[in-house]
């Protein structure tokens, strides 16, 4: 795994409303398979890093830039991780008053990860899979999913029946899909369109 930190200070005092738009939307269980930016130049002193890594991690570096611009217009302090994680790069913003760059249940966090790949696109003319995140919120948003998808599995095996969960956006489906995926005697998959898809988890069909 590569990993950069950059330290952002705050600059001008534009202001920033509080929550964001409800946004994001890509076929869940695809997140993982998202679209966007891909960066193909870039001198990076790591010469044993192979060239694909180089790639994603230039990735990762436009969208801190990004990121950073828009902390100092914002007037925000946060620190920039930029990291190739799993195959895919990532923008990790760790600090204080971050609260406005996710927003509800992520919903500006989703919007914000979507500039983020419109820039790298800007610049590299590809798509790319940038995970962003701000404050640790997905990661403990999956925790908390993890513990929604066994209790919806424990329900399943025990009546039988298939259990509908709330509608959720792409991230969240797949933190489900994954849990279900991992675990036999269940199966999973989303119904519905924006802003009510969700997830319904059923028996294994034998078959």
């Not at 979507?114 to 790298?120: G, Q």
Request: aromatic share 4%; charged share 35%.
């Amino acid at each position: 795994m590569t990993d950069t930190t950059k330290p952002v200070g705050p600059a001008n005092s534009t202001d920033l409303s509080d929550d964001g738009p409800e946004t994001m939307e890509v076929d869940d269980a695809d997140l993982d398979d998202e679209t966007d930016p891909v960066a193909r130049d870039e001198d990076d002193d790591d010469d044993d890093r192979p060239a694909a890594e180089e790639e994603l991690f230039r990735q990762s570096e436009i969208a801190a830039d990004y990121i950073e611009g828009l902390l100092d217009i914002l007037d925000v302090d946060g620190d920039i991780d930029e990291l190739v994680y799993n195959g895919r790069p990532m923008v990790e913003v760790v600090g204080g008053r971050l609260t406005n760059l996710i927003g509800h249940r992520g919903a500006t966090l989703e919007a914000l990860q979507e500039l983020s790949r419109l820039a790298i696109y800007r610049r590299t003319g590809e798509p790319s899979r940038l995970l962003l995140d701000v404050g640790g919120f997905r990661a403990a948003r999956r925790k908390e999913l993890t513990a929604v998808a066994k209790n919806a599995i424990e329900k399943v095996k025990r009546y039988g029946e298939p259990v509908r969960l709330e509608p959720m956006t792409a991230f969240e489906r797949k933190c489900i899909h994954d849990v279900i995926n991992a675990t036999p005697g269940v199966e999973s998959e989303s119904e519905g369109v924006e802003p009510s898809r969700r997830v319904i988890i059923r028996p294994t069909t034998n078959k």
